[in-house]
T-cell receptor, first 112, second 113 residues
Framework: IAGITQAPTSQILAAGRRMTLRCTQD?????MYWYRQDLGLGLRLIHY???????GKGEVPDGYSVSRANTDDFPLTLASAVPSQTSVYFC???????????FGSGTRLTVV | AQSVTQPDIHITVSEGASLELRCNYS??????LFWYVQSPGQGLQLLLK??????LVQGIKGFEAEFKRSQSSFNLRKPSVHWSDAAEYFC???????????FGKGTRLHILP
């Protein structure tokens, strides 16, 4: 089934550790996004990529980095996790603005 | 700067009753507008979208939304809700020509049997 795969589904991480959240899509969409979802704050854009080889910063990029080596993969890395990064992380992709976004099922991350 | 407001954090309706979820946006030109639904533990699913043309748009699962430029609104409606509609609903706005969209903070819909 075409869509977005995120891994892991959930993770408990010690503060200060490095963590990469994986995101893979099989729809050949050019644009990909990472959002975090927090209670009462909705979804906030962390980083995005309009096409392979390019990335950009969203609303809350600090503490996160991304890469886009190819069309399908868009990993999100936390270099040194802090408790405020406890959240649910969603990866999304888009074939263009008129199509809207396709979302993955999310990664629930707890930093302790 | 563009923004989107969903005034209601929670809405409770009885099964079979009609539903309207409110969404107001702030943007200088006509934006691209979206409604997404999120079931518990799931990602977001696109319900419907508006870019131009007919201001009443139909979506999946029996939902519709009406764009009202004069009120800067894009309210979501359903004539008769089902228990399976219990979820969180997000309105989103994006400027034409920019793939990035901004989400409202969501409205959680509760259904009474």
């Amino acid at each position: 089934i075409a869509g977005i795969t995120q891994a892991p589904t959930s993770q408990i991480l010690a503060a200060g550790r490095r963590m990469t959240l994986r995101c893979t899509q099989d729809m050949r969409h050019n644009a990909m996004y990472w959002y975090r979802q927090d209670l009462g704050l909705g979804l906030r854009l962390i980083h995005y990529s309009n096409t392979a080889g390019t990335t950009g910063k969203g609303e809350v990029p600090d503490g996160y980095s991304v890469s886009r080596a190819n069309t399908d993969d868009f990993p999100l890395t936390l270099a040194s996790a802090v408790p405020s990064q406890t959240s649910v992380y969603f990866c999304a992709s888009s074939a263009g603005q008129t199509y809207g976004y396709t979302f993955g099922s999310g990664t629930r991350l707890t930093v302790v | 700067a563009q923004s989107v407001t969903q005034p209601d954090i929670h809405i409770t309706v009885s099964e079979g009753a009609s539903l309207e979820l409110r969404c107001n946006y702030s943007y200088g030109a006509t934006p691209y507008l979206f409604w997404y639904v999120q079931s518990p533990g799931q990602g977001l699913q696109l319900l419907l979208k508006y870019f131009s043309g007919d201001t009443l748009v139909q979506g999946i699962k029996g939902f519709e939304a009406e764009f009202k430029r004069s009120q800067s609104s894009f309210n979501l409606r359903k004539p008769s809700v089902h228990w399976s509609d219990a979820a969180e609903y997000f309105c989103a706005v994006g400027p034409a020509g920019d793939d990035k969209i901004i989400f409202g903070k969501g409205t959680r819909l509760h259904i009474l049997p």
